[in-house]
């Protein structure tokens, strides 16, 4: 392999012991302000090598064949990261401005240059000598450096999709890019007007009319019709793409690069399907009583729109407690949701976490063309973490800003690690569970006493609410990822069928929910994870099964073998720490199944999940 300029130099300071500097491979030319002097300042703290440096640029003797492997693969790395690097971020920092547009305009400039950003790093990923050689490295058995090996590997699992012509990674980009700007700059038509997805949802939340539900319920859903056909055609070139590398479909492919087999994740969701098959029934049928009496209607009539939000993904409150009012903004002049960052900010900071330089990266209002949605994102992986958000100061709220702050946390403490850049980052079960376990706290009444000053006379009440409302919530949410794991695997199966009927099918079997009566409508198509993140949702699940078995190992091991629920981190900041240790610091250094085993002493499974409902 020809060596570029600097090249030698880096590799000569990697090769002394424990020059973490240099395994770091961070001096992309033009990703950071020092980019120029990159490998001067690599190899500058280096210990001297135990041999002298003209030694290192002999030819390795056969014999030496573990280190020539290693010298190939760090050159490689050196060769193709300062490109990666620098389309990483400004890839990043495109779609955040595409998403945090002000206007309709801006909104359109941003979304074409997030196109051409990110089909250039397809392009860079596309590349099939470099691909050829990657290959070559990750079969070779002489390459034995774990670090080493695992960026090869995740390098390996990031070329994998994109080994496509250009033309046909051209179609992709710019049809997701399409599908994502017209979510981003859709609003509903409803009572006369233009209505943003948090006015809609509002409606769910407080009205008790079951005419106007519905007419806010299908606002929600006229997103469908506008973007089902470039949905259904994403479906179809993904698996083109797919099938051309050698996959069944997409969706198999997806699983692969995310080191899952496909038939393991089928075996465990169908494992979730009959455990939580009786305690769901049973619960469903407790809430459809309190629905039909609280909306004037019978069992039997019940429909979508009676549920909490238009997928019936969350419980709605279904006791006496309104969770709501403990999150309300006591100054009616600041700005809605302000009181939550100013909770956020106390809360992880007495969990040994400092979010002070998230926050102040972030956008966390509304504006007329931002994203409705909500996300963290890592732009460089060297502590530039931000969140977008579309604050007001409810419960639904509070649990979403924790949440992405927990991304936050395990994206801003990876970055401080010596990791090298592949590795600082994280799998999505990872990033999730932690995510849905301080997400999860709004409705702890143990963490609401010390966090939001709830009265002790106040706080047996809230216990028992929480924990209905808790087990209610994890019953619901696991039966809506059941629809969209089966959901999306027949998708990309068979993208020609009935896809309305597909989705409703799923609904009423999983969920329980009766479809509306004579409805034809693209209802699938509504849900943006399906066109924009595909094939992730089964992460979300995952993600909780290890939450609780992070959960029990922090009461284990850090609350003396207290019950799971004391686990609100407000009073341990070692409870912070273990976090940071056991989990942020191995970025993506190990596969996500061995990180699971390594923080809990046990494999993923549901077993803690299902014992947490109780």
């Known amino acids: ?271 979730v399907a009959a455990l939580t098959e009786e305690p769901y029934t049973t619960e469903k049928a407790k809430l459809d009583q309190t629905l039909a009496a609280r909306y004037g209607v019978t069992v039997e009539q019940l429909r979508p729109w009676h549920c909490a939000d238009p997928f019936c993904q969350s419980a709605p409150q279904t006791g006496e407690i309104d969770f709501d009012q403990f999150y309300k903004n006591p100054d009616p002049a600041a700005p809605d949701g302000s009181n939550l960052v100013a909770l956020a900010e106390k809360f992880y900071a007495a969990a040994g976490m400092d979010v002070t330089p998230i926050l102040a990266a972030s956008d966390l209002y509304e504006k007329p063309a931002k994203e409705q949605h909500a996300y963290c994102m890592d732009a460089d992986r060297l502590g530039d973490v931000r969140s977008l958000l579309n604050l007001k100061s409810n419960e639904n709220w509070a649990e979403t800003l924790l949440h992405e702050l927990g991304h936050g946390v395990y994206f801003w403490y990876t970055d401080q690690t010596d990791l090298p850049y592949l590795l600082r980052e994280s799998h999505a079960i990872t990033t999730e569970a932690v995510a849905e376990m301080m997400g999860g706290l709004t409705k702890n009444a143990k963490w609401m006493q010390a966090m939001l000053g709830v009265p002790a006379e106040q706080a047996a009440a809230v216990a028992d609410a929480a924990k209905v409302e808790a087990k209610l919530g994890q019953l619901i949410f696991a039966r809506w990822s059941l629809v969209m794991l089966n959901f999306e695997r027949e998708l990309y199966r068979d993208p020609e069928q009935d896809l309305n009927a597909l989705w409703w099918g799923f609904v009423e079997k999983f969920q329980k929910v009766t479809r509306p009566d004579g409805r034809n409508a693209p209802d699938w198509a509504t849900k943006i994870h399906v066109a924009t993140v595909p094939v992730y949702y089964h992460n979300y699940l995952m993600g909780e099964m290890f ?68």
């Not at 206007?103 to 596309?126: I, P, Q, T, V």
């Not at 090996?149 to 390098?155: A, F, S």
């Not at 610091?585 to 699971?596: F, K, M, N, P, T």
């Open 1 to 271: 392999m020809k060596l570029r300029p600097g090249l030698m130099l880096l590799i000569l300071c990697s090769m002394a012991v424990g020059c973490k500097k240099a395994e770091k491979l961070t001096c992309p030319e033009s990703s950071t302000p020092a980019a120029p002097a990159a490998a001067a300042a690599a190899c500058a703290p280096c210990p001297e090598p135990d041999v002298p440096v003209a030694m290192t640029l002999v030819p390795a003797p056969a014999a030496d064949s573990a280190k020539q492997a290693e010298l190939e693969a760090r050159a490689f790395l050196f060769s193709f990261l300062d490109q990666r690097m620098r389309l990483d971020k400004l890839a990043q920092l495109a779609y955040w401005r595409a998403t945090n547009a002000s206007s309709k305009e801006e909104s359109e400039r941003e979304y074409a240059k997030k196109a051409e950003l990110e089909l250039a790093w397809k392009k860079l990923h596309a590349d099939p000598e470099r691909f050829a050689e990657l290959k070559r490295l990750r079969e070779s058995p002489e390459l034995r450096d774990p670090l080493l090996k695992r960026q090869i590997e995740l390098l390996y699992l990031a070329f994998l999709p994109n080994q496509l012509p250009e033309e046909m990674l051209k179609k992709q980009t710019d049809l997701i890019n399409a599908v994502e700007k017209a979510f981003n700059n859709f609003r509903a038509q409803f009572e006369g007007g233009e209505a943003s997805d948090n006015d809609l949802r509002k409606v769910l939340d407080e009205e008790t009319d079951s005419a106007r539900r519905q007419a806010a319920w299908e606002a929600l859903k006229q997103i469908g019709p506008a973007v089902e056909a470039q949905v259904r055609e994403l479906a179809r070139l993904r698996n083109e793409g797919a099938r051309t590398l050698g996959f069944d479909n997409f969706w198999v492919m997806m699983m692969t690069a995310q080191e899952m087999k496909p038939e393991d994740i089928v075996a465990l969701f169908e494992q």
């Open 547 to 614: 939450s609780a078995q992070l959960e029990e190992a922090i009461a284990r091991d850090v609350y003396g073998g207290a019950a799971v629920h004391d686990v609100v981190f407000a009073d341990k900041p070692e409870a912070g720490r273990f976090l940071i240790d056991k989990v942020f610091a191995a970025g993506h250094s190990i596969r996500w199944d061995e990180l699971v085993r390594q923080s809990t002493g046990e494999a993923l499974a549901p077993r803690a999940w299902i014992d947490a409902l109780d």
